[in-house]
């Protein structure tokens, strides 16, 4: 199995041109030619990460945030992406990221979050024009209404975060809500229009969260805890193309944010 099929099939399930136009999804760096010894599927990649993927006797690394955003004009230690990309040829690893084209992706990252909070009949509701079945976010409604604070609770608990950002707790039951992993507040008009009762994502600006009380249900849950599940969706979609290529979930936690 060479890496060139692992990248092909990701690509078939998140076609590149899903992407938006400032994002850098796809070949990273590395030869796809290469035979594939085993997949770390991640969520970021650094310097640790790429440790973890020799360990592991891999040399493919398949991560949802891109490596490289921009072009390099030089490649020393000066900074963990340089570092990162010269560990990584050396070691003779890959590195291949599904960015915004996994998030706009049916059954991509907001799908993932949906399922993971247990929604039903979920679509997109901020669709992606010329035809394409994407979009940006998802809409789905929960087995039954729960009250405001207990849905807070439940996300928690879903995406094992230790504070979710809330604007004032809603007065109405909660039942249909509108997801869209990392930053989405661009999306909340959106999801006010569709007439959900709940937005779930994984950061916003300050201002944004004025003027929707008793609207909507704000609750932001963190970037990184937003999307920390993409991995899965990767070894799904490996596995079913690639069954015989060593596969594992990261284990190292690359969340440049602590909370004290």
């Keep these: 199995m060479k890496i060139k099929e692992v990248i092909c099939a990701l690509e078939r399930f998140a076609p590149l041109p899903l992407q938006e136009d400032w994002d850098n999804a796809g070949l990273q760096l590395g030869l796809t030619e ?7 599927l991640c969520l970021d990649v650094n310097e ?25 004009k030089t490649i020393s230690d000066a900074d963990y992406v340089q570092r990162t990309v010269m560990k990584a040829i050396r070691a003779g690893i890959a590195v291949v990221s599904m960015h915004t084209n996994m998030d706009n992706a049916r059954g991509g990252v ?11 009949d979920v679509e997109f509701f901020a669709p992606k024009g010329g035809g394409a079945d994407a979009g940006s976010g998802v809409i789905g409604s929960l087995p039954q209404a729960v009250a405001a604070d207990d849905f807070v609770i439940g996300v928690k608990k879903q995406f094992d975060v230790e504070c979710a950002m809330c604007n ?14 990392g930053a ?12 959900t009762d709940a937005f779930v994502t994984g950061e916003m600006h300050y201002h944004v969260y004025f003027g929707h009380e008793q609207e909507i249900q704000i609750c932001v849950i963190g970037h990184y805890q937003s999307e920390q599940y993409t991995n899965e969706i990767f ?3 490996i596995g079913e193309a690639c ?4 596969l594992f979930l990261a284990e190292t936690n690359t969340n440049p944010i602590i909370y004290l």
């Design 110 to 120: 907001n799908f993932k979050m949906a399922e993971k909070m247990g929604l039903t």
């Design 168 to 181: 004032e707790l809603l007065r109405r039951p909660i039942r249909r809500v509108a997801v869209c992993g």
């Design 235 to 237: 070894k799904s979609i």
């Design 34 to 40: 290469t035979e594939a010894s085993g997949a770390l």
């Design 48 to 72: 640790r990460i790429v440790d973890e993927a020799i360990s592991k006797g891999c040399n493919l690394i398949v991560s949802h945030h891109p490596l490289l955003f921009r072009g390099l």
């Design 243 to 246: 069954p015989d290529l060593p």
């Design 184 to 195: 989405g507040d661009f999306l909340l008009g959106e999801a006010i229009k569709a007439g």
